[in-house]
């Protein structure tokens, strides 16, 4: 090894996580893991990079331009870093039919890579963690996904949200009652979509240019506006469209929902039918969910939906599929925001640190190191050559709040001497107690 | 999303991780990060693309054959996949000096890519877990990172492994005591390094042939073996060479550590001064160990040394770094060998299914899988629309020990049948007793 010094510096919209960052991202992640374990969704690991052929034609031309592709001298594959991980679950569930038992309930916590403009919030390697039922069409599955999305956003400390629900199918019966010819859905569905930037209003001039008529595109817009309480409405889309196929059969899907949602002890406060919410032109073919941080106003922070054909790009027969993506960084931004992570999260791992009274009483804290470590107390050993003070302000530093001295005087007579920094207090207790003692402090 | 069917298939040296095998995994990352925090060890990440200024020139050319570079429409960063931890590390010192208090201790548990031949047991993206020290020159630092290595291999039940522990200074005042001109001491330990694979007698042929006087050289293999426990191997080479200036100071080292591992609790029967043992030609400057299992022999689990000056690569002055990697992808794999994972880390996630006895009874099951997952039970709900006969098939195939079941009976007396699958034994509850009662069940 060995070359002239170069900068330290890291490539365009990449970071390094420095420890008081990781820890806060951890403990995120350790919480999620825990709900999709309490529900019984299982990890999965796909590679980073995968073959080109998987990942091309799968996200559309513009997605396409901020896919990286990798390679190495004299390699003959075309590969590509992975751009999210709903077409590697797809890939998984057709590349091993024969291992995989249906319904594969599955959660995947992993980096992905996309070159967008890097820009504040927006990297280019970030985290994604989703959540999806394979193999299941009942609206069980749909409604097991948003009590996940709502245990664990509660789990991580959030109150005021709002998991807005709506359905595929009803967009395109709002489509039929407002007179757009099915060649024109996908600009019914951009248009709407929009609903959150420019307003009704906004929606309502869009869809007035693109030709469609005035009275019929009101009288949609006033309806998918109805803010009604739970099941209501639906009663209120029910009387005005009950007639058209699709919508039936998509309110009958909300209404089963509502049910298994209520079984599941979803609190009503925490969902709303809110059909102003599209999320975009994607993958949906039924129920789609969108979670909403309401009280402070601070956006979305989950989306997710059915999407039954998905699978299907791998395989001679698609799967019935219902998941979540949780967006995992805005939530670990919104945690520091809204103060959510616990105190014991901040700053450093560090429980105690044990100082070293001088040369000859380095034997002694090493030991007491060693046993701390033992009972499970997470331990630094000070191991510069200085004074107590200098050790004390090294700690404060670093945010370690108690310290475990040994001199002369504690080693002779078997004691250890307990100084938690915030106030300075001190406390003297025998070798065999420290543990619990430390475990009291730390309260 | 449209395409034409594409075989389900992944890149060269690429690997997917199914559930049964990601619980594996996840409870070794489990166990080592646990240990990790025990000994005082922040955890630090870096992105997966570095810029290729930071890696080229620090792994020699035939490595940065092995390194991927990526790219996306338009780029115009030079940027590569991350190779190692190392190099990163000694960026990440250099790049935040101004936030990072020291000594920096801190471990990286990430994927690294490398584009070598696959074979069995060799992948092109794999796990490493590094644990460094960086700015104590302390023999303190070395004896606490091998008394990590061995808490961690302990606590993931091995059992007979040995450190073995050597120095690169002796190996210095090994040539000078064989009479290798300086120019020729990579010669040496390019040799010494094969010992293992070619024997004494293969070493000591390739150093008379590089033209090494034969008496001097055979003078040496005799010291080098040397096998006498503990701190009487070290009496052994002072004795032949304790007037070569590098040897003491190599036996001083090797002395002062040996006294702290003791004061730490390292169990003598874990570590071995071995003289025989070169770690490469690598960046080391000072003690080095590698561990091995020794029964059955399955080789190196982990390696590490001292090296300090690496961190000076992107830095004015370099600072005393010493560290260990452990070879988690081996760990995990030997765990399986020697049937070291606990019985509830193999195959699920899910502790209980709850069954659905009938369409009328599904609001009940729901409302008790709710109930569990907030007891803090794993619950998988059976969503299928089947008999409880195939439901019991099912979570006897996923390998789930319990399935709860709520007929009208039951649900009419407010109780709970629950039914160990391996036994078929069955247990009647009252619901409020429910999660008390399977966490006895489940041992």
Do not use: W
């Amino acid at each position: 090894m060995s070359s002239a010094r170069i900068a330290p510096r890291l490539p365009k919209g990449m970071r390094d996580f420095l420890p008081a960052d990781m820890l806060k991202r951890e403990y995120v992640f350790g919480v999620v893991r825990e709900v999709f374990h309490l529900y019984g969704f299982e990890p999965l690991q796909t590679p980073v990079l995968e073959l080109k052929e998987t990942l091309y034609g799968k996200y559309g031309e513009d997605a396409e331009k901020l896919i990286y592709s990798a390679e190495h001298p004299g390699g003959k594959e075309a590969v590509a870093m992975r751009y999210d991980l709903t077409v590697p679950l797809a890939r998984v569930v057709a590349q091993y039919e024969n291992e995989i038992k249906l319904p594969f309930k599955r959660y995947q916590l992993s980096p992905v890579f996309r070159a967008e403009r890097p820009q504040r919030g927006r990297y280019r390697e970030f985290y994604q963690c989703d959540a999806d039922i394979v193999g299941i069409g009942s609206m069980m599955a749909d409604a097991e996904i948003i009590s996940l999305v709502v245990t664990a956003l509660r789990r991580l400390g959030f109150r005021q949200f709002s998991v807005k629900i709506n359905n595929r199918k009803l967009l395109t019966a709002m489509g039929q009652y407002a007179g757009v010819p099915d060649a024109q859905l996908g600009d019914l569905y951009r248009s709407v979509d929009k609903f959150d930037k420019i307003g009704a209003e906004g929606v309502e001039k869009e869809l007035v240019e693109r030709g469609l008529e005035a009275a019929a595109v009101r009288r949609m817009m006033g309806l998918i506006q109805s803010r009604q309480p739970g099941l209501a409405n639906l009663d209120v889309v029910e009387k005005a469209m009950g007639n058209i196929g699709e919508a039936e059969e998509a309110l009958g899907e909300l209404r089963q929902m509502a049910a298994y949602l209520e079984a599941f002890g979803v609190p009503e406060a925490n969902t709303a039918f809110d059909f102003t919410m599209v999320r975009g032109l994607g993958y949906y073919t039924g129920p789609i969910f969108e979670t909403v941080i309401t009280e402070p106003n601070l956006g979305s922070v989950t989306g997710g939906g059915r999407y039954d054909d998905l699978v299907g790009l791998f395989r001679k027969e698609s799967l019935p599929t219902v998941g979540t993506s949780l967006g995992i960084e805005r939530i670990i931004d919104l945690m520091d925001i809204l103060k959510l992570y616990p105190a014991d999260v901040v700053g450093t791992v560090v429980q105690v640190m044990v100082t070293v009274f001088n040369e000859e009483s380095r034997p002694a804290a090493m030991r007491l190191a060693g046993e701390l470590r033992n009972g499970g107390v997470q331990t630094e050993l000070y191991m510069q050559d200085k004074g107590l003070g200098k050790q004390f302000d090294y700690a404060n530093k670093k945010g370690i709040r108690l310290v475990a001295i040994q001199g002369p005087d504690e080693i002779a007579q078997g004691v250890i001497k307990l100084k938690r920094l915030s106030d300075g207090s001190e406390t003297t207790v025998q070798q065999a107690q420290v543990v619990d003692q430390i475990r009291t402090l730390l309260g």
